[in-house]
């Protein structure tokens, strides 16, 4: 079942005002109608169950009510929350693990494509990398694109979280060079190693298309991490059209990527950064039956 993301929280009385761009996906694409129920994220990442109170289609506007217990959202289970008995609702808590992605810069449209699929699987943070094979012309869109003024990346964003019900508030970080990016991720688990008063374990991976000095994805992550240690932030960093340089791949492994390869086909940048999150989070999900013994 689709979610709404709601750009405020409820009022005092419980009430949420729909307008603008906003009313046209309530009213359009989710075709609701006076008194139906449905799922809307609050912009605390609370799931809450709201009421379509009334719609008026000349100012344009939508009211929504809470309904139910206010505090569901953030404590019941998701099988008490399903809708009719039949379909579940959005996913009510975060995932346990802060997913990153760096995301060497690609051609405007194959960027469209993996921040959406990024945000459909849960990714917390999508890092633009200026990589030495990346167009000047395409880093040049990128960087309007994280312009505070351009909304087009966080309308796919918000898209994408509405449709596959997401309730990780994926964040675009601004665009860096490979160093700010290896600067940026050591910053992040150095934070959250001091916020967890050292008990947080970190991985990250760069996916490379050639197989010399890469391990299996699996194998990195288990040598990476103790035995029966929780991963409590990954991190993938996937290349663009022209891959990841020499001299690039080098750098992010001195700075804690370690270098993985699928023994697959050749993967197109899109591909890869879909099918890289998708073998990082089954990893981390699955790693009690798999991971390595000593």
């Known amino acids: 079942m689709r979610q709404f993301v709601a750009e405020v929280m409820p009022d005092a009385q419980g009430c949420i005002a729909v307008s603008g761009k906003k009313f046209h996906y309530v009213r359009s694409v989710l075709r609701v109608e006076t008194g139906d129920m449905m799922y809307v994220r609050l912009p605390d990442g609370a799931l809450q169950q709201m009421t379509v109170a009334r719609i ?31 379909k579940a609702p959005p996913v009510n808590q975060k995932p346990p693990v802060s997913l990153w992605l760096f995301q060497f810069i690609a051609k405007p449209p194959k960027m469209e494509l993996i921040i959406r699929q990024a945000v459909e699987c849960g990714v917390s943070v999508i890092v633009p990398v200026m990589g030495e094979f990346c167009q000047s012309g395409c880093i040049e869109s990128a960087r309007k694109r994280t312009a505070a003024s351009d909304t087009r990346w966080q309308r796919i964003i918000t898209e994408a979280r509405e449709q596959s019900g997401s309730p990780v508030d994926t964040r675009i970080a601004e665009c860096v060079t490979v160093d ?43 040598r990476a991490l103790e035995s029966n240690v929780e991963c409590n932030a990954a991190a993938v960093m996937v290349g663009a059209e022209g891959g990841i340089s020499p001299s690039e791949l080098e750098l992010v492994s001195q700075n804690g990527f370690v270098p993985v390869h699928f023994k697959t086909n ?29």
């Open 56 to 86: 008026d289609d000349g100012s344009k506007t939508v009211i929504l009510t809470v309904a139910g217990d206010e505090s569901f959202a953030r404590s019941a289970p998701v099988h008490d929350v399903l809708e009719n008995g039949s």
């Open 180 to 222: 700010e990016a290896c600067r940026l991720w050591q910053k992040h688990v150095s934070a959250e190693a001091e916020r967890s008063d050292g008990m947080h374990h970190a991985f990250a991976a760069v996916l490379y298309e050639q197989s010399a000095k890469t391990m299996l994805f699996h194998e990195a992550f288990g």
């Open 266 to 294: 050749i993967l197109r940048c899109e591909t890869a950064a879909l099918y890289g999150l998708a073998v990082l989070q089954n990893t981390i999900t699955e790693s009690a039956v798999w991971q390595l013994k000593k």
